[in-house]
């Protein structure tokens, strides 16, 4: 498990702005991209780290039959080609859609004309749409004109999008034309 945050407060400085906050305990909403993480904040986040990271590699030796050395070789953070998950006994085999179908109804008895439907999934951002426009305008008062130009051209809201995923854990993402 990784868990990223920017941490703004240089950025904020140089600004001149100050983000001043009221809450019910010190470790409520950290971190906090506006200051620095507190020895206290890093631990509790480490805990649900070092937890996360026990229970998905309890449930891949659990599901797939793999300890000691195996495991670690496979649960180190890394990605896998599909050939490569194959031979570390991550995967089964290499497919599609019609040979998951296939294998549903062979070892799971599901009516291989069950109906397959693709989900798209609902923007959140969509409706905050002045975010987009306030990022690329603090980008462009701090001199990176450029970058906010790029921001505002590629259309970084909808990347973000796609990092809307299902799950803790998301082995394939359909892009948006699938």
Same mark, same amino acid.
């Given at each position: 498990?990784?868990?990223?945050?920017?941490?703004?407060?240089? @950025?904020?400085?140089? @600004?001149?702005?100050?983000?001043?906050?009221?809450?019910?305990? !010190? $470790?409520?909403?950290? !971190?906090?991209?506006?200051?620095?993480?507190? !020895?206290?904040?890093?631990?509790?986040? +480490?805990? @649900?780290?070092?937890?996360?990271?026990?229970?998905?590699?309890?449930?891949?030796?659990?599901?797939?039959?793999?300890?000691?050395?195996? $495991?670690?070789?496979?649960?180190?953070?890394?990605?896998?080609?599909?050939?490569?998950?194959?031979? =570390?006994? =991550?995967?089964?085999?290499?497919?599609?859609?019609?040979?998951?179908?296939?294998?549903?109804?062979? +070892?799971?008895?599901?009516?291989?004309?069950? !109906?397959?439907?693709?989900?798209?999934?609902?923007?959140? =951002?969509?409706?905050? #749409?002045?975010?987009?426009? #306030?990022?690329?305008?603090? =980008?462009?008062?701090?001199?990176?004109?450029?970058?906010?130009?790029?921001?505002?051209?590629?259309?970084?809201?909808?990347?973000?999008?796609?990092?809307?995923?299902?799950?803790? $854990?998301?082995?394939?993402?359909? #892009?948006?034309?699938?």
């Amino acid at each position: 498990m990784l868990f990223q945050y920017p941490n703004v407060t240089e @950025l904020m400085k140089t @600004l001149g702005v100050k983000v001043e906050e009221i809450k019910s305990s !010190p $470790l409520k909403a950290a !971190p906090n991209g506006f200051e620095p993480t507190s !020895p206290e904040a890093r631990e509790a986040i +480490e805990a @649900l780290v070092k937890d996360s990271y026990a229970w998905f590699r309890g449930l891949v030796a659990d599901r797939r039959k793999l300890e000691g050395d195996a $495991l670690s070789r496979v649960a180190d953070g890394r990605v896998f080609t599909g050939r490569q998950a194959i031979d =570390l006994k =991550l995967i089964d085999e290499l497919g599609d859609e019609k040979t998951a179908v296939a294998w549903l109804a062979k +070892e799971r008895g599901i009516d291989a004309k069950t !109906p397959v439907r693709d989900y798209r999934l609902k923007d959140r =951002l969509s409706d905050l #749409s002045f975010l987009h426009l #306030s990022a690329a305008a603090l =980008l462009e008062s701090v001199g990176l004109k450029a970058l906010a130009d790029r921001f505002a051209v590629a259309g970084t809201v909808q990347a973000l999008e796609k990092l809307n995923l299902d799950g803790l $854990l998301a082995l394939w993402h359909p #892009s948006a034309t699938n």
